[in-house]
């Protein structure tokens, strides 16, 4: 559920950071740092992203909470849904999610 809540949060943030949904708008980096339970738990460690309705592109690792990870990206969207492909198991989510574009 706190995942999923995630996802529509995410989904919102970035459709208000596009402005004109007919434009779209240029991503070409994205940063994400899992959360972590204190019994260890919780953590995602791979997701994948999938723009409008194109496939999904990943998977990437994301094995330790402690890091925020980058990936390069060449995508212009209109909205954009993040899944977990792995993780430990339990209450999952994302402690930082970052989207950039050109500057």
Request: aromatic share 8%; glycine share 10%; with cysteine.
């Amino acid at each position: 559920m706190l995942l999923a809540l995630l996802l529509l949060s995410l989904l919102v943030v970035f459709l208000a950071a596009c402005g004109d949904s007919t434009s779209g708008t240029q991503v070409e980096f994205i940063e994400f740092r899992s959360r972590q339970m204190p019994d260890g738990t919780a953590i995602v460690t791979s997701v994948q992203l999938s723009f409008d309705d194109a496939d999904p592109i990943g998977p990437f690792a994301t094995p330790n909470p402690g890091e925020v990870y980058g990936f390069e990206l060449a995508v212009d969207a209109e909205s954009v849904r993040l899944g977990v492909v792995t993780s430990t198991g339990g209450n999952t989510g994302a402690r930082e999610i970052r989207f950039l574009g050109p500057e």
